[in-house]
Structure formats: structure tokens, C-alpha cells
């Protein structure tokens, strides 16, 4: 075990042997294992079901039906829910409730503030996508 110990501890984010569920008896993530390098990218392409969204639920603190061999963040145990890793990562997810309860402008508030941090200027990534109509429509 020290040898794979070691590999974890030069990754930037590695989760090994992750289990996941939101029924005890039914999990969704089984054996789940990944290894990330610092300026890394990689995409989850799976079926509906097949956990993905679960992943990031459990990595962004929000699901804690859970367990693991190890997770770590740049070599070092990771406390999903801890206020340090929070500030390492940032999920967006993209149902379509998404914003069910927010308008974006109210969603971007909560997210930040969440973070306390000042909302920064979005002008150009909403004018960029196009979005500028729909900032204060809340879709229900």
C-alpha cells in the first residue's frame, strides 16, 4: 500500500475504490477510481445512471453517502466539505432545475457568497454567450 500511496501523493486529485449511493442498498458508483495531473482535463462520458453526476455530487461535498479507499487533493487527504478544498474546486451542474429556485443573478449571489467572495464582473462571458436576456428571468 505505501507504493500506491506514493503515486496518490504526486496527483493532483486522485480517488480511489469510490463508492456512492443515495439508497444503501443500491449503489450507484461501485469501484470508481480516477487520477488527475495538475493541468489535466478529462470528460465522464457514460449512460444516464451510470454516476456520473453522482461523482461530482460526492466531490463538491453535496452527497454524502459515501466511501472511499482515499481521496486526496495535491497529496494530501481531502475533506470534501472543508472550507480549503472548497476553495480548489467549482461545480456547475446542468439539469434542467438547475435554476429552479434562482434566476442567475440569484444563483451567482448565493454561490458566492456561499464562498465570501465578491461577485466579480460577468458583463463579458454574458454578453459572450448571449445571455444578457435571460439574467433575471426566473424559469419555472
Known amino acids: ?3 500506491e500511496r506514493d ?31 495538475a493541468h489535466e482535463a478529462v ?13 461530482f455530487k460526492i466531490l463538491s461535498g ?11 487533493f495535491k497529496g494530501q487527504d481531502a475533506v470534501l466539505r472543508s472550507r480549503e478544498f ?14 429552479r429556485y434562482f434566476t442567475f443573478r440569484e444563483y451567482l449571489s448565493y454561490v458566492f457568497s456561499s464562498y465570501k467572495k465578491e461577485i466579480p464582473d460577468l458583463t463579458g462571458l454574458i454578453e459572450g ?6 439574467t433575471d428571468i426566473l424559469f419555472i
Open 1 to 3: 500500500m505505501t507504493g
Open 62 to 72: 453535496l452527497l454524502r453517502s459515501f466511501r472511499a479507499e482515499g481521496i486526496r
Open 86 to 99: 472548497k476553495l480548489h474546486r467549482y461545480t456547475v451542474f446542468a439539469e434542467d432545475d438547475s435554476f
Open 7 to 37: 503515486v496518490m501523493k504526486d496527483k493532483l486529485l486522485s480517488v480511489k475504490n469510490l463508492e456512492g449511493w443515495y439508497h444503501r442498498e443500491k449503489p450507484v458508483l461501485k469501484d470508481f477510481s480516477l487520477e488527475l495531473d
Open 43 to 55: 470528460g465522464l462520458i457514460g449512460l444516464n445512471g451510470a454516476g456520473k453526476t453522482t461523482f
Open 129 to 134: 454567450f448571449r445571455f444578457g436576456d435571460y
